[in-house]
């Protein structure tokens, strides 16, 4: 027997054998397509990311440039900013892309509410609140996709051990085992037909050629 093989070569075994080698075929194919939709899919989420950045960044910079105008004008605003309740309206959802769970993250769009006193507040207040409810907006979307992202990397790299598990050990090891049970069942009949043709001759059917 060939070395690292432990089967025996008869014909049952040679059809399990490419039985295994035909489902793990497709086994990598499947994997080979998740893995690509998984791509991209999260091609798109970075390249959104990206956008959402350059946006949080220049939402959170107008927002606390606002705030300190605000205190410049006001003092410390911190005793009305703490009149403004906390915002509890997000949601989380999933969606399933190839058995990948992606979060969808909903902020209730709330209208801004004078929930503080006018007295001891002015317009630049009022827009240091606005700026920063759209900040909340952005977040919320930034968390998702970023959150998306690192599930669907962590996903991929899952996905490609596997898929290289089975092309570069599993179905290579089947193939050769399929050689080796095949040559040895060749070997096998040959040896039939040359001990059939022995007994042959010496019944005096036919000269041994």
């Known amino acids: 027997m060939a070395d690292g093989f432990n089967i025996t070569p008869t014909k049952g075994n040679l059809m399990a054998v490419q039985k295994s080698l035909q489902l793990s075929t497709s086994g990598f194919a499947l994997l080979d397509r998740k893995r690509n939709i998984l791509i991209r899919e999260?091609?798109?989420l970075i390249d959104k990311a990206k956008?959402?950045?350059g946006q949080i960044s220049g939402a959170y910079r107008q927002a606390y440039e606002?705030?300190?105008?605000a205190n410049v004008t006001l003092g410390v605003v911190e005793e009305?900013?703490?009149?403004?309740?906390?915002?509890?309206?997000?949601?989380?959802?999933y969606r399933s892309v190839m058995g990948v769970e992606i979060p969808t993250v909903?902020?209730?769009?709330?209208?801004?509410?004078?929930c503080y006193g006018l007295d001891k507040t002015n317009s630049r207040f009022d827009y240091a609140y606005v700026c920063f409810q759209k900040v909340k907006q952005i977040t919320a979307v930034l968390a998702e996709v970023e959150n998306s992202i690192y599930?669907?990397?962590n996903a991929i790299r899952?996905?490609?051990?596997?898929?290289n598990a089975l092309e570069n050990i599993v179905i290579p090891r089947y193939q050769e085992t399929v050689r080796f049970i095949t040559d040895a069942l060749e070997e096998k009949e040959r040896e039939e037909f040359g001990r059939m043709k022995v007994i042959k001759a010496q019944k005096g059917d036919?000269?041994?050629s």
């Open 66 to 69: 606002a705030l300190q105008d």
């Open 42 to 44: 999260m091609m798109q």
């Open 51 to 53: 956008e959402l950045r």
């Open 106 to 114: 909903h902020l209730e769009p709330q209208e801004p509410q004078m």
């Open 151 to 153: 599930r669907l990397a």
């Open 80 to 93: 009305a900013a703490s009149a403004i309740p906390v915002d509890n309206g997000v949601t989380v959802t």
């Open 158 to 163: 899952k996905t490609q051990r596997r898929a």
């Open 206 to 208: 036919r000269p041994v």
